[in-house]
């Protein structure tokens, strides 16, 4: 257990919450707001670990789920994040002694975080997908049998709308749209679950990871060190079995983006310089789904790709690429648990529509 | 011989005041004085040099336009700043982040504290999810009144889309506090709350220092015999009243890279094209796109304060004609530390210590300054190596200002031009022009008024028609502001549609400029 007190470290965490979304999961900068604000009041985050939770400890996840327009507009109200907490303990009928993010890539990082900063509850070293993803149902939990709902969705005028379907994947088409119709911004209690559950089905440790990383950017920083060698130093772990590799290193030639159905899809070229055609290309599904180098995939979901700018080693969601662009690419290895069998079959390319399968990122850029 | 009536054109810098006047499209004379305190004493020097170089009567001018950096350079120094208050219309929304969150202690010290949430606001497609807590709005504004706080920035959710709101709860305030000086956010942002909400304190912190700003470049002009109607410059090198400067200041923040690349723009009659301007500490790039810079698409921070307000997309880079050159030829160190304005002392060719880039340049026969004798002495190794690099780093600039790979013209303003001999790469021609030394000035003078749009249309009425729509409403824009009807044309359109969502909703931009009527604003 352990809490934070800096500013500075508010800001560590939602940088490190950008690069591990991966391009998508939206801008953190709201929650900061929150958080940094919540600490001048003298009012501080709690973090433990999942084995700090006894096995019959009722958690639940908390996450904001609309449009990032909407949400740099609605920001976040205290008063909705309370009632959210009493509204879910009323309709679970038990006391809420944990939360935690489903979501630790991007704005989802940080509103767990907000609600139980303010209300004094812990929240838990860990997420359901270490990552960003586009849908609900994405998430280890889900994948391990944890249902998405019961769940209690709340809107900042007090609409209360109750869920519970038979799957997380019919979840998230009706979270969706109820979203819709209350304008475009809600929040939610997800993943009702045990203290147990929590155990087994949480990638662990991404709360301090993007604390961590976050610190590692800052630090090369203000050493003069190449921040994106600091970055990768840290994340390329083997003995824990992590991995990260620096992919390419060019300047962005082309971006497109494109809205269907919704979603944002889009690539991005990266040339090195060298010859004629940009030499590297990533894919874009509101997160970067697979990088490839000359043609050959080198990176792809679940593992990782954060595109970093190539001086500050700043992590760039998609929305924040643009031609002429310095970037460094990063491909680094989701959990291990996210790349099981029963995980792929859920959040693995071919969910995405890639036809081809899942190879993890050090054996791509090991093979020749 | 042009017929048209001379114009003035004027750059009140932090260091220096430049004057130019034209007429047509000739520079017919200029002038460069010291900024004074009082900014009017500057200005009357600069202006009878100009006149006199002219020879022409005060009463001969037809129009002044004026950028000045004063307001910009006020915020970053935390001068002559009003305290301010933040009314915020927005609950039962967004209480969790009330305003000046993140700001820098030393600004709330000066503009201090105060915020105010009342309830109120619209959804993004204009529904009010809130009906506006008049009572409320009304106890805020007693609070504020005594505390003898009279700017204001008043801010609604989803304002961009709903100004409405702003503005009947501005007249609310005004009927509790007469003396209040409002800024509306919906008048300076586009979507992002806090962001604008930012953009709207600066703005309210600003106003009283730029109705005296104002009114000593008007004075010092009436005492000189001017006049003719007077104008400034705003961020996308168009004009804006004095009126409308007084209101809203923080329009006028970035006029001064602005005016320096389109006046180089003109100078060298290019419409596209990368303007370097290359100083005694850095070199600054701006990407010149239909004859007006292109803008930063990200957050933009002034004076610590994080804001969406439209700025142009200057990238810097520390290399000057002052930047230190050390280590040897295989491997050489410039900068980014600089000699900076002590470069006529400390550089080696003006007898001082301090290897410089200008005493490279000088070494090697692109410049004739100084003493050349004491730089003979200078390794050719090194002189090359460091004018590699010099270029090197340039090209790289260039590259990241770039939208297509295909080459560009660049345009070299500024003194430190001499650094550079070679082509350069990516580039098609490099362009020195005449009177480079006081584009900024030339740039005031050639401003054109414009008209903008940023809020959300639903293409629901089906996508040609709702972007005519957004181009309507921006060509009004331009034509309140005073331009000419038949010299209206739409320069920039941007399309963002909502992710996530299926909706119909797209956020728009859109702007509009055109050539200033004679006899100005309607």
Sequence with gaps: MYTI???????????????????????????????????????????IKASELADDAFVVSIA????????????????????????????????????????????????PLALGTRAGIPVIDGDGMGRAFPHLEMTTFGVYGCAATPSVLMDD???????????????????????????????????????????QLTVHDTVTHTLEIGRRIRAARESQLDPVKGVLQFLDAPDEGRYARELFNGRITDVLHETRDGWHWGRVLISSGAGVEPEFRVEIQNEYLVARHHGRTVAIVPDLIAILDAESAEPLTAEMLAYGQRVRVIGYSAAPIMRRAEC????????????????????????? | MSTAPPVLGVDVGGTNTDAVIMVGDNVIAAAKRSTTADVGEGLIEAVRAVLEAARMSPASLSTVMIGTTQFINAFVQRRDLTEVAAVRIGLPMTDGIP?????????????????????????????????????????????????????IALTAVFAP???DIEQKAAEIILSVHPEADITLSSDVGGIGLVDRENAALINASLRQLSRKVVTSLRDALGRLGVNAPIYLSQNDGTLVSTTYATRFPIVTCSAGPTNSIRGAAFLTGLQDAIVMDIGGTTTDLGFLVRGFPRETATAHLIGGVRTNFRMPDVLSIALGGGTHVRGSADQVLLGPDSVGFELTRRALVFGGRDLTTTDIAVRAGQATIGDKSRVSSLDDRLVNAVLNRIHTQIED???????????????????????????????????????ADVANAVGAAISMVSGRVDRLFDFAVGREKALEQAKEEARSAALAAG????SIEIVELTELPMTHMRTTAVQVKVRAVGRLRVGGAA
């Excluded at chain 1, 379907?165 to 979840?171: F, G, H, P, S, V």
Aim: hydrophobic share 40%; proline share 6%; with cysteine.
């Design chain 1, 5 to 47: 007190t800096s500013d500075l470290d508010v800001r560590d965490m939602a940088r490190g919450a950008v690069l591990l979304g991966s391009g998508g999961g939206g801008d953190p900068y709201v929650g900061e707001l929150y958080l940094r604000n919540q600490l001048m009041e003298g009012r501080c985050p709690t973090i």
């Design chain 1, 64 to 111: 904001g789920v609309g449009a990032p327009t909407v949400i740099v507009e609605h920001l976040v109200s205290t008063l909705t994040l309370l009632r959210l907490l009493e509204a879910s303990e009323k309709f679970y009928g038990r006391k809420i002694d944990a939360l935690i993010s489903a979501e630790i890539g991007g704005v989802n990082s940080m509103f």
């Design chain 1, 157 to 199: 005028s007090g609409n209360v709308v109750h869920v519970h379907t038979t799957t997380n994947r019919i979840a998230e088409d009706v979270v969706r749209s109820v979203c819709a119709s209350l304008g475009s911004m809600i929040f939610g209690s997800f993943y009702p679950m045990s203290g147990r559950q929590v155990k």
């Design chain 1, 344 to 368: 792929l079959k859920v959040f693995g390319p071919r969910l995405f529509g890639l036809d081809e399968d899942f190879r993890p990122v050090e054996e791509l850029v090991a093979a020749p």
């Design chain 2, 99 to 151: 305003p000046m969150v993140g700001w820098p202690d030393d600004l709330i010290k000066v503009v201090g504290n105060h915020g105010y949430l009342v309830g109120g606001g619209s959804f993004y497609d204009g529904r009010e999810y809130e009906r506006l807590d008049t009572a409320a709005l009304q106890q805020a504004a007693r609070d504020i009144r005594a505390k003898n706080i009279r700017s």
């Design chain 2, 161 to 163: 889309v709903r100004p």
């Design chain 2, 397 to 435: 600039g260039i590259d990241q200002m770039k939208t297509s790979s295909l080459p560009v013209p660049v345009i070299l303003v500024g003194g430190g031009n001499i650094l550079l001999s070679r082509p350069l790469r990516g580039t098609s021609k490099v362009h020195r022009p005449e009177h």
């Design chain 2, 483 to 486: 331009a000419e009807p038949e």
